[in-house]
């Protein structure tokens, strides 16, 4: 199997013969399109299967999203330091969490966590509207231009505190919180449309957390737990600076 580029090799990756792709390449193709390859080829190896999914991520160059120090690491499957302390998720979780979100072109998500605008820039390629908020004005400002720059006019950044939810859109198709929650935010709960989806990682700051998928149907809203994930605290209220 031969792939040209890293969108023949995206047709290919459903062939058996996958992990030996990148090696066939000929010398002096191992630049930053191999990496690329590299980096959709170890999601895809991981369990991410919906193409969807995977197109959207072939389409975000995350190294808009990265501090400029970090740009020759954009496409390793890393989390990685961002302004105001905080941090862009790792590839793997992005694609896991957005792939759990089950999002259609009809739908208006809500993210909670914008941080870079990178999750964000995902879910505007597989979503009509994305809404999302971010307590740090200087991040919500950054990754407003970066959304901008690539032409991602879905999207809409808010600074505010995603805790108290943004009833103004509400309700929404799809919730995904970015920061993790010690306990399950029952505004966001609220603005969930019937039928929809809420994907959050749930359990101690600084501590081991897991994904929780919440689904709300006509009698209620069901739990299911997925994988273990690190991330940074969802904290209460407006930054102060910054
Ligand atoms: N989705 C981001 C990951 C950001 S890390 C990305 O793709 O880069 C989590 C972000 O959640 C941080 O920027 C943090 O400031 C923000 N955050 C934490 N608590 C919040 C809250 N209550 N409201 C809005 N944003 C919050």
Redesign the pocket.
């Known amino acids: 199997m031969t792939a040209r580029n890293w969108r023949d090799l995206l047709a290919l990756i459903s062939g058996r013969r996958q992990e030996n792709a990148v090696q066939d390449l000929p010398e002096g193709m191992r630049d930053e399109s191999v990496d690329r390859m590299e980096f959709l080829l170890s999601l895809r190896r991981r369990g991410i299967s919906d193409a969807a999914v995977l197109r959207a991520i072939d389409a975000v160059p995350r190294e808009k ?1 990265v501090l400029a120090e970090f740009a020759d690491a954009a496409y390793a499957d890393q989390a990685m330091p ?1 302004a ?1 302390g ?4 790792q590839p793997y979780v ?1 694609a896991y969490m957005t792939e759990q979100l089950e999002v259609q072109r009809e739908h208006r998500v809500l ?10 820039a995902i879910l505007s390629q597989l979503a009509g509207e994305v809404i999302t ?4 004005r200087t ?1 919500a400002e950054t990754a407003r231009k970066a959304l901008a720059e690539l032409g991602y006019d879905n999207v809409n950044v808010i600074v ?4 108290n939810g943004v009833p103004e859109h509400a309700p929404y198709d799809r919730i995904i919180v ?2 993790a929650a010690e306990t399950i935010p029952e505004k966001l709960v609220e603005e969930l449309a019937e039928g929809g989806i809420m994907v959050l990682p749930l359990g101690e700051h600084h501590g081991p957390q897991r994904i929780v998928k919440l689904t709300r149907g006509e009698d209620g809203v069901t739990q299911q737990e997925l994988i273990w994930v690190r ?6 209220g407006q ?1 102060r600076e910054l």
Request: charged share 10%; hydrophobic share 40%; proline share 6%.
């Open positions: 999203f961002i105001c905080q941090t862009i998720s992005v993210e909670i966590g914008t941080g870079s605008g990178y999750q964000a908020v971010e307590r740090y991040l505010g505190d995603g805790l970015t920061a991330f940074v605290p969802l904290l209460p930054a």
